[in-house]
C-alpha cells in the first residue's frame, strides 16, 4: 500500500522514497513507491509528473491501494530513490480546482445547484452545473468566491467514519460510504474529492469567469483562478493598451470609441456603396448601342449591381451582355443576359472555354469564371449567339 503523501500535506513537492515495485508495460515502466507525493489523477484533476531516481515520471493511476508511476527507464526494487514532482503545474492545478470547490460550494448553498461535470484544459476550466443560472447570477457568486480567497480561511481534508458521514452535509457524485476523503472550505464548502487541494482559500489567488452557456438544462461555466487567471487578465489587458492606443483613448473608453469607430465605418460604406452606383449608372450611360456582344468590367460589384448592370446593356446590345467582377488573381463572378430565352441553353458552350461554372433560366445566366479579362475579351469577340442558336 502506497502512504499518499499529498493527503496528510499537499505542499510536499520534494520526498524520498523506496521502489517497491518496477514492471515493464508497453515501453515504459510500471513503478509502485511505499509512499509518493505523486497525484495519481482523478476527480477532474490531472496526474502529476515529476522525477523518480532522475528518471521521468508521470503518476499514471490506481492499483488497488498503490500508486502507480510510469517511468521511462526502470528503477531498481529496495532502492531509495529522491523524488520530485512539477509543483509548477500542480500547484496550478490546486488553484483551479479548489477555486472550483469554493464556486461550486457558494452556488450549492445560493441555488441548491450541483455541480455535474468538472473538466481543466489548457485554455480554461469547464464546470456544469445541474440548473441554468443567469449570467448576472454566476458573477454574483464570483465575487463571493474572491471574498473566500480575501478571507483566507483553512481548507482541510478528513476521513470521516461512516457514521459521521451519515450526520455530514456535504457535495458529492458518488454515493460512497468507506473511505470517503472530505474535503472542507471552511464556511463556503463539503465536498467528497480525491484530490489535493490548497492549504488555504488565499492561495487560489483570484477567480474569473469567462463565460456561460446553457447546456442541457443547466448552465456550462468557463472559468480560471490563480496564476492562469492573471496572466489570462494580463493578456487581455495588452489587447486593450493596444486598442486604446490605436484609437487615442484611455483603456476605460475603448468599447465607446470602437463603437464609434464601427458607426462611421459603416457610415463611409454607406457612401461608398452609393459612390459605386453612381459611378456604374455614368459607366452604363456611356455605353452605345451595339449588334455584337457587350461587356462590362469592375473591380467589386455584388451580384444585385451586376444585374441591374446587365438588364440596362440588354436594351443596348444584340448578342450576349455581360457585366464582370472581380480581377485576372481572384476570376470573376458574372451575370450575363440577352433578348432570348436561348441563352441559358448556351451556358456550358460559355462557361468550358472560360473554365466557369454557373448557369440560369431563360435570357439570364450566373456564376463565375476563371479565365483572364483578356482570354473572356477574345471569346466574345467571335462568340455570335444568333449564329450558334440557329443552328
Ligand atoms: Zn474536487
Excluded at 487567471?229 to 493598451?241: F, M, N, V, Y
Aim: net charge negative; charged share 25%.
Amino acid at each position: 500500500m502506497t502512504q499518499r503523501l499529498y493527503y496528510s500535506d499537499s505542499h510536499i513537492s520534494e520526498f524520498t522514497a523506496t521502489v517497491t515495485s518496477c514492471t515493464p508495460k508497453n515501453g515504459v515502466w510500471e513503478v509502485i513507491l511505499d509512499q509518493t507525493a505523486f497525484f495519481p489523477g482523478g476527480g477532474g484533476q490531472e496526474p502529476d509528473s515529476g522525477l523518480i531516481g532522475g528518471v521521468a515520471a508521470k503518476g499514471a493511476g490506481e492499483a488497488g491501494e498503490d500508486v502507480l508511476h510510469l517511468t521511462e527507464a526502470p528503477l531498481s526494487v529496495g532502492e531509495t530513490v529522491k523524488c520530485s514532482i512539477d509543483w509548477n503545474a500542480r500547484f496550478d492545478r490546486m488553484q483551479q480546482h479548489s477555486g472550483e470547490h469554493i464556486l461550486s460550494g457558494i452556488l450549492h448553498s445560493l441555488y441548491g445547484v450541483e455541480n455535474v461535470g468538472f473538466h481543466m484544459g489548457e485554455e480554461d476550466v469547464v464546470v456544469d452545473f445541474s440548473a441554468w443560472l443567469t449570467p448576472e447570477q454566476l458573477e454574483d457568486a464570483a465575487m463571493r468566491v474572491n471574498r473566500a480567497i480575501w478571507e483566507n480561511v483553512p481548507v482541510t481534508q478528513s476521513f470521516p467514519a461512516p457514521e459521521e458521514l451519515d450526520a455530514l452535509t456535504y457535495r458529492s457524485k458518488l454515493d460512497l460510504r468507506e473511505n470517503v476523503r472530505i474535503v472542507t472550505v471552511e464556511g463556503y464548502d463539503t465536498c467528497a474529492c480525491c484530490a489535493p487541494h490548497v492549504k488555504r482559500t488565499g492561495e487560489v489567488g483570484l477567480l474569473i469567469l469567462l463565460g456561460s452557456s446553457k447546456l442541457r438544462g443547466g448552465v456550462r461555466v468557463h472559468m480560471l483562478a490563480g496564476r492562469l487567471a492573471l496572466e489570462k487578465l494580463l493578456r487581455r489587458s495588452e489587447q486593450t493598451r493596444l486598442i486604446s492606443n490605436l484609437f487615442s483613448v484611455p483603456p476605460e473608453d475603448t468599447a465607446a470609441a470602437a463603437a464609434k469607430y464601427a458607426a462611421s465605418h459603416e457610415a463611409l460604406v454607406y457612401d461608398h456603396v452609393a459612390l459605386r452606383r453612381k459611378l456604374l449608372q455614368e459607366t452604363l450611360s456611356s455605353l452605345t448601342s451595339t449588334e455584337g456582344n457587350l461587356l462590362l468590367f469592375e473591380q467589386a460589384l455584388p451580384t444585385a449591381d451586376l444585374r441591374d448592370a446587365v438588364n440596362h446593356m440588354v436594351t443596348l446590345a444584340n448578342g450576349i451582355s455581360a457585366a464582370f467582377s472581380g480581377s485576372d488573381d481572384t476570376g470573376y463572378s458574372y451575370v450575363m443576359g440577352a433578348n432570348t430565352d436561348l441563352l441559358s441553353r448556351k451556358a456550358k458552350e460559355i462557361n468550358v472555354p472560360l473554365q466557369g461554372r454557373g448557369g440560369g433560366r431563360g435570357s439570364r445566366i450566373e456564376g463565375s469564371l476563371k479565365a483572364s479579362r483578356e482570354e473572356i475579351e477574345a471569346f466574345f469577340a467571335d462568340y455570335r449567339l444568333d449564329r450558334e442558336a440557329n443552328k
